[in-house]
């Protein structure tokens, strides 16, 4: 068996860029003195005349980006997710949601694996941030396939993105040969009747490897990965509850307005069943290694499996 692939997704956020400027002339970057760390870097070596550097002051980036959208380039604005989503929050609300503007803020170093920056650069509310925004698409890819793929779709869309990235190398589980991507459509990996788990971002991976390890136990379970959050893909949200009845969903990420919630909100409007979250439980994390703060926090295969098998046993 050839070794499995790992990588970054703020990795493949800084390679789409370089990858995609040649294409789009138009596309500029803008980072909050963090290029190292979010990866755009790779950007700023390749077209350094297509590079702003806008310092450590978050809020004014956004404004810039809004101005340059304004005049018909495509900037993607880029900080960790704490700030992009967070300390800007207003500036992105009022600057580039309000007049919808054709920013693409590409937020890194989301969720528990920041690891040890701690709980004031561990964003996990992000989702919740931007779903509010009207007009605002929100995507989180699981993987290097996938997200490279976003930044394209991104760019293709008329309107203000959110791009969530993670620092943490994570396994590759899209054939870059064969995987389409489409904004707003859910994609279902595996199939199942038990029971079905929707997952997003890094805990897409964690989804798979507890199917696999409860059909071994005669639990069958259907994995459908929804890297949109917004706007969300309900048909196929629906159609799992209507034929599976249970539904668990999975997330880097509060269980209180993201992925949850939106399927929580789905389900009880469209097919009421059973809905049970797995996030970050109403609580801030701390710092720690990524793998072992996942694990702390019941962001693994193994508690998404034992979530199942309780909510398989309820049924």
Known sequence: MSDVIKKATRE????????????????????????????????????????????????????????????????????????AAGRAFEIVRNSIGYPHLNVKIGATHAGISVGEDGATHQCC??????????????????????????????????????????????????????YKFELGKGVQLRDGSDITVIATGLLVNEALIAAETLAGEGISVRVINIHTIKPLDKEIILKAAKETGLIVTAEEH???????????????????????????????????????????????????????REAVKAK
């Open 12 to 83: 493949s956020y800084g390679e789409a860029l370089v990858e995609l400027a040649e294409k789009y002339e138009n596309l500029v970057v803008l980072d909050a003195d963090l290029a190292a760390a979010t990866k755009t870097g790779m950007f700023k070596k390749a077209y350094a005349d297509r590079f702003y550097d806008c310092g450590i002051a978050e809020a004014n980036m956004m404004g810039v980006a809004a101005g340059l959208a304004a005049a018909g380039m495509i900037p993607f604005a880029s900080s960790f997710a704490m700030f």
């Open 125 to 178: 509310e992000d989702l919740a941030l931007m779903r509010t925004i009207p007009g605002m698409t929100v995507i989180n890819p699981a993987d290097d396939t996938e997200a490279k793929a976003a930044v394209a779709a991104a760019i293709e869309h008329d309107g203000p993105c959110y791009l969530r990235f993670g620092r943490l190398a994570v396994p590759v589980i899209n054939d870059p040969a064969t």
């Open 254 to 308: 509060s269980i209180i307005g993201g992925l949850g919630s939106a399927v929580a909100e789905a389900v009880c409007e469209g097919c009421p069943v059973p809905v049970h979250r797995i996030g970050v439980n109403d609580t801030f994390g701390h710092s720690g290694p990524a793998v072992d703060l996942l694990k702390q926090f019941g962001l693994s295969a193994e508690h998404i499996a034992e979530v199942i």
